[in-house]
């Protein structure tokens, strides 16, 4: 079903205005935005929603994060879904579509859905990629029981709030439904700090364990069913690997198998973890509850 993000009522047709409180959806360029009037409105939220525009058009222009890297992590989160038939599917935050086309290749039947806050990245996987596309706020996705899968991968923790972006996909979700969740694992947040040179307002807004991901999933009504480890890069290898003779074995064998520093990522899960500290951690969390006020929490 197709919410409101105005009043949270459903709405009758999609696309339509709201019978509730006369919410109507915009377009831009082609691209049905649905924002509440509240966020709309809200001169935080703006400059929030600009900074990431401004952040897509950077990346679209000369990618942030290299695109190989990219596109072995989206091969990587592919293969953690199992064997599972999707019918409907929801990727918060597609960035430039690397994921987005994956879903798309291997989930060919079912009906994707694309969400991101920023407009260029929208338009540019909508000329790529065959599904649908809309603007919404992570924390206030206009869906109830709607997908059987929701992605999100890299979003957790540029959102503002980050129980409300759960609790939004919990509701997002058919009873049962799967969640796919990557985040950064124990980052250095002195990259995002403003005082030392970070160009961007928001970028990483907080840090993730396993043991915080864990506690915040739980609250927001979800089962954990795997955790993987992931990312890996060179300038993360443990102590053992870091000077002398450890360093130079390691390097030259992982050059034999992954030329490229960014295919090092291909490496297997747990000989990368064994070699290097990853760069993020992927849950795969079951809805188990409902949560609709404090008393649903367990």
Not at 219 to 240: M, S
């Amino acid at each position: 079903m197709r919410l409101c993000p105005n009043c949270r009522n459903v709405l009758r047709v999609t696309g339509d205005s709201c019978e509730a409180c006369s919410w109507e959806p915009q377009q831009h360029e082609g691209i049905p935005i649905y924002l509440s009037n509240s966020d709309q409105t809200d001169g935080s939220f703006v400059d929030y929603v600009n900074n990431y525009k401004n952040l897509s058009e950077a990346d679209l222009q000369q990618e942030i994060v290299d695109g190989a890297y990219l596109a072995n992590q989206a091969a990587k989160l592919i293969t953690y879904l199992g064997t599972d038939r999707f019918v409907s599917i929801l990727e918060v935050g597609v960035g430039q579509g690397f994921l987005l086309r994956k879903l798309k290749e291997k989930y060919d039947s079912a009906r994707i859905t694309a969400v991101d806050i920023s407009i260029p990245f929208l338009k540019y996987v909508k000329s790529t990629v065959d599904v649908e596309c809309l603007a919404a706020n992570a924390e206030n996705l206009p869906f109830k029981e709607e997908f059987d899968l929701v992605v999100a991968s890299d979003i957790l923790e540029h959102v503002i709030n980050p129980i409300d972006f759960l609790l939004s996909v919990n509701t997002a979700l058919m009873p049962d439904g799967l969640m796919a969740l990557r985040v950064p694992f124990e980052d250095n947040m002195l990259q995002y700090s403003r005082l030392l040179g970070s160009k961007y307002k928001f970028a990483h807004l907080r840090n993730f364990s396993k043991r915080n991901l864990s506690l915040i999933l739980s609250q927001a009504g979800f089962q954990i069913e795997r955790i993987h480890y992931d990312g890996y890069y060179l300038y993360r290898r443990r102590t053992l690997f870091k000077e002398g003779g450890g360093k130079r074995i390691l390097e030259s064998l992982l050059k034999r198998k992954y030329p490229s520093d960014n295919d090092v990522s291909k490496i297997p899960n747990w000989l990368g973890r064994a070699l290097m500290k990853p760069l993020e951690i992927v849950v795969i969390a079951r809805k188990k509850r409902i949560i609709t006020s404090m008393n649903d929490a367990s």
